[in-house]
């Protein structure tokens, strides 16, 4: 995207340029799917190679993109921008697990959208599991008069607003979501209008294949205990299964049924209690102070200041004055407000309905959510992997409990003359590697009690635990000390030491190891140099888990 300047006109004279040309550059990354060279992002925001790496090396400190060779790569604690839009509007968390409900009773995809400007964006997928499935992300922007939701929120439009519709369509907007052009230049005004009417008379919405052939969805609004408009949602189904006039008759009652829950749960929902800021937006100023000291000009401190900006937004703070942002973040008054005035030029921040007050907008989940809300964990621990290997000078995976077995999702492999040869998806007896044992030793008592009743333990090496009951004493202990260490009873000369990692909930996910030949440690050095450094990778993986999986599903494998 080209970068505005605060000498273009119509960018105020007070607002951020390092925030303006920051914003472009994640804007750009996102929308090419998540990585894009850097001499690529110099071509499409029109700045200098010099203020691209600075702009990349600020992201990168701020953990929101990493530098991958000569790439810039979207990192999961970028969504905590996102995070802090979806925990204001206090939606998901409520009406999520209806609409995954929903989606299981129909059997078909379900989705939850709110209104962006002229256009419909998502804030919540179920998607069924099929061979033809959707594809939408959270975060993905679609035109209005090409979706089911669309004209339930058009109804509401003003003059200002269809002018803006119809210059967007008279233009190249890029940021839509990547669905196929429709012949003969689309829905037309007149046909838009139509659908509109018709969504006032019946109450729901259809798009009877407008975003792509064979592709229908009915959409109703889901309303505030005011009585406007919360969301819309929209379940999605294929032509093999329905036309859109079978949709509407078949469907219709359950996603009534559904709307009028979700109404009721919000009717119910306590007023939300105001969560803590993210720390580093309560410590900004002394953060990115030390920042800017320890990286001198690579480091661009007021590009940091505007996001984390943010991030003062959130669960029970869906609106704040100039006041509440500055305490919020640590900044002097002036910075804040300079900050807001470019995020609202942007389309980021909006006056609120209180006088002299902002809110987040819908766009914050432009900034790399739709690529990072389909992120996996492995391709989340793989870059904490890649650190751990470079500490410990060894392998090191991360495998998931597949019954009885550890499969392995992820593994990052030192080079040495003589390594430990395994692969992504093998599979091995999780009672006699490090990472099964871990995972064994989380599982509630009655399930590990019967798996081990049924477990056979045959002697893989000498040293292989065989009897159930000293197996069980070699979890308690695993559980109690939180962490693993196999010696020689997988395969001879082999030694590997294994953590937990544990989801939002505390629940463990999968496990991390680092193998190694008996020669090159004792289980002591393992225990003092390893140990350690497992631990910290482990709680780097969560602290990422952590924000990727706040509003979006993240699969363990």
């Known amino acids: 995207m080209a970068v505005s300047t605060p000498n273009d006109t119509g960018t105020p004279a007070e607002a951020v340029g390092p925030l303006i040309r920051g914003i472009a550059v994640l804007r750009d990354v996102s929308e090419a799917g998540g990585r894009m060279g850097v001499s690529e992002l110099v071509r499409s925001t029109g700045l200098a190679r010099s203020t691209v790496d600075r702009v990349t090396a600020t992201l990168a400190r701020m953990g929101y993109l990493r530098l991958d060779g000569h790439a810039a790569v979207l990192?999961?604690?970028?969504?905590?921008l996102g995070n802090a839009y979806l925990g204001a509007i206090q939606l998901s968390d409520p009406l999520g697990p209806l609409a995954e409900r929903l989606a299981e009773e129909l059997d078909e995809s379900?989705?939850?959208?709110?209104?962006?400007?002229?256009?419909?964006?998502?804030?919540?997928?179920?998607?069924?599991?099929?061979?033809?499935?959707?594809?939408?992300?959270?975060?993905?922007?679609?035109?209005?008069?090409?979706?089911?939701?669309?004209?339930?929120?058009?109804?509401?439009?003003?003059?200002?607003?269809?002018?803006?519709?119809?210059?967007?369509?008279?233009?190249?907007?890029?940021?839509?979501?990547?669905?196929?052009?429709?012949?003969?230049?689309?829905?037309?005004?007149?046909?838009?209008?139509?659908?509109?009417?018709?969504?006032?008379?019946?109450?729901?919405?259809?798009?009877?294949?407008?975003?792509?052939?064979?592709?229908?969805?009915?959409?109703?609004?889901?309303?505030?205990?005011?009585?406007?408009?919360?969301?819309?949602?929209?379940?999605?189904?294929?032509?093999?299964?329905?036309?859109?006039?079978?949709?509407?008759?078949?469907?219709?009652?359950?996603v009534r049924r559904a709307v009028a829950a979700m109404e009721e749960r919000l009717r119910q929902s306590p007023p939300p209690q105001p969560q803590p800021t993210h720390a580093r937006a309560a410590g900004l100023a002394d953060w990115t102070s030390a920042s800017k000291q320890e990286l001198g000009a690579e480091f661009v401190e007021s590009l940091a200041r505007g996001l984390t900006v943010l991030t003062a937004f959130g669960e029970g703070r869906a609106e704040l004055p100039l006041s509440a942002v500055a305490e919020a973040t640590g900044l002097a008054?002036?910075?804040?407000?300079?900050?807001?005035?470019?995020?609202?030029?942007?389309?980021?921040?909006?006056?609120?309905?209180?006088?002299?007050?902002?809110?987040?907008?819908?766009?914050?989940?432009a900034l790399g959510y739709p690529p990072l809300s389909r992120t996996t964990l492995p391709e989340i621990a793989e870059p904490s992997l890649v650190s751990l290997v470079k500490g410990v000078h060894e392998s090191a995976s991360l495998a998931v409990l597949d019954g009885d077995q550890v499969r392995y999702t992820a593994r990052v492999a030192t080079s040495r003359i003589m390594s430990v040869n395994i692969t992504v998806g093998t599979r091995l007896s999780a009672y006699a590697t490090s990472m099964g044992r871990v995972l064994l030793a989380e599982l509630p008592a009655d399930e590990r009690s019967a798996l081990l009743a049924r477990a056979e333990l045959p002697a893989l090496t000498a040293r292989t635990i065989t009897r159930p009951a000293e197996l069980a004493a070699s979890l308690e202990r695993v559980a109690r000390e939180g962490y693993a260490l196999v010696d020689e009873e997988l395969e001879e000369g082999l030694r590997s030491i294994a953590v937990p990692v544990r989801d939002r909930s505390g629940r463990a996910v999968a496990a991390v190891?680092?193998?190694?030949?008996?020669?090159?440690?004792?289980?002591?050095?393992?225990?003092?140099?390893?140990?350690?450094?497992?631990?910290?990778t482990a709680e780097r993986i969560e602290s990422d888990l952590r924000i990727a999986g706040r509003f979006a599903r993240i699969p363990a494998a």
Do not use: K
């Open 513 to 536: 190891n680092v193998a190694m030949h008996t020669s090159r440690r004792t289980t002591q050095e393992c225990l003092r140099e390893v140990l350690p450094q497992l631990r910290a």
């Open 75 to 80: 990192a999961p604690r970028l969504m905590e």
């Open 110 to 254: 379900v989705s939850l959208a709110v209104p962006d400007r002229d256009g419909i964006r998502f804030i919540h997928q179920t998607t069924r599991r099929r061979a033809m499935s959707l594809t939408f992300r959270i975060g993905d922007l679609l035109p209005a008069e090409r979706t089911a939701p669309g004209p339930l929120f058009a109804a509401d439009w003003s003059e200002q607003e269809w002018a803006r519709w119809r210059t967007r369509r008279a233009g190249d907007f890029a940021e839509w979501a990547a669905i196929p052009p429709l012949p003969q230049g689309g829905v037309d005004e007149e046909s838009f209008r139509a659908r509109i009417a018709a969504s006032r008379r019946t109450g729901w919405g259809v798009d009877d294949q407008l975003i792509e052939p064979g592709l229908i969805a009915l959409a109703l609004l889901v309303r505030a205990p005011d009585g406007q408009p919360a969301c819309a949602v929209s379940v999605v189904s294929h032509t093999s299964r329905h036309s859109a006039r079978s949709l509407s008759r078949s469907l219709l009652p359950g």
């Open 333 to 365: 008054r002036a910075t804040a407000r300079r900050a807001l005035i470019t995020l609202e030029h942007l389309g980021y921040v909006s006056s609120g309905a209180r006088e002299r007050s902002f809110r987040l907008t819908p766009q914050v989940l």
